[in-house]
């Protein structure tokens, strides 16, 4: 870590504060963790994954249950990947850990058309890899990294590539049913996240598969909400709010509303009226 002055001392304390009572927070909300749980939590190298560690570490010596964490890297064998430096760092702050080796790197490259972007096929593999090794060592929750920025990011990719309203929810059940997935930094900005993991020090090694990609939908994404919220500031929390918060009589999705069956609603509460001013007729 940095050597701080007394006056970044007190910004740096009050900033661990906000991170560990917003992912508290997001814990409690979303039961995250409960008592005995085993959190296998996924460590990239990116600033995301060492904060999450780091504040979930924290959190661990005063929670109100008990749990473990293990953490798990999945070396996906890209050229030049500094294998030494995350087996260094677990060891050197006593954390029990996992470095999972799988070739992904060579399928993707090997399935990817000239000019496409890898994202998807390498997020599909690296989720099948890690869920696959949670059931191995016994992992009852598995820990992502995405923060309040990744979430909203994913809510625009979706409605104008995909076509559907939906993004990344702080907690989830993996199809196949076998597998708990939680985002502890689900409330957390990404601004204070860098900064946490600026002056932690953490050892970042940098993602040469798609973070040098060009043209990447996501960063087209990332760079229009900046700019929102720079002309805008607290815009982007007033959209994380309308995820927390939504209506489905206010949207048009049949499956999540009863359109069609509003006329007998309609009846129902018509009738319910009448009774009432029936039985106040009587009374009178």
């Not at 997001?26 to 990116?46: F, H, P, Q, R, T």
């Not at 504040?55 to 996906?76: E, G, M």
């Not at 601004?191 to 973070?211: H, Q, S, T, V, W």
């Not at 009863?258 to 309609?266: H, I, N, S, T, V």
Request: charged content about 25%.
């Amino acid at each position: 870590m940095q050597a701080l002055t007394g006056t970044q001392k007190r910004e740096f304390n009050k900033l661990q504060k906000r991170l560990r009572r917003q992912v508290g927070n997001a814990i409690i909300d979303y039961n995250m963790i409960g008592e005995g749980d085993k959190v296998m939590v996924c460590l990239s190298g990116g600033k995301d994954s060492y904060t999450m560690l780091e504040i979930l570490r924290n959190l661990q010596r005063n929670a109100p249950v008990n749990f473990s964490l293990v953490a798990v890297n999945l070396d996906q064998k890209q050229p030049g990947f500094p294998e030494h430096v995350l087996p260094e760092y677990l060891d050197g702050i006593g954390v029990d850990y996992h470095i999972l080796e799988r070739d992904t790197y060579s399928v993707v490259k090997e399935k990817t058309p000239e000019g496409k972007t890898t994202c998807a096929l390498c997020s599909r593999l690296r989720r099948g890899s890690l869920y696959g090794f949670a059931e191995e060592i016994g992992a009852t929750k598995v820990a992502l990294g995405h923060h309040r920025e990744d979430i909203l990011e994913t809510l625009f990719l979706n409605m104008f590539y995909g076509g559907s309203l939906k993004a990344m929810p702080p907690k989830l059940l993996s199809d196949d049913g076998k597998n708990i997935v939680i985002r502890p930094l689900a409330y957390c900005r990404e601004a204070d996240i860098a900064e946490f993991a600026r002056l932690m020090e953490f050892p970042i090694i940098p993602c040469n598969l798609c973070g040098s990609q060009p043209n990447l939908q996501r960063q087209v994404v990332k760079e229009m909400l900046a700019e929102w919220e720079k002309k805008h500031p607290g815009r982007l929390e007033t959209m994380f709010k309308a995820v927390t918060n939504v209506a489905p009589s206010q949207l048009a999705d049949r499956e999540l509303f009863d359109f069609a069956g509003l006329e007998a609603k309609q009846q129902r509460l018509n009738a319910s009226r009448i009774d009432a001013l029936d039985l106040l007729a009587r009374e009178a």
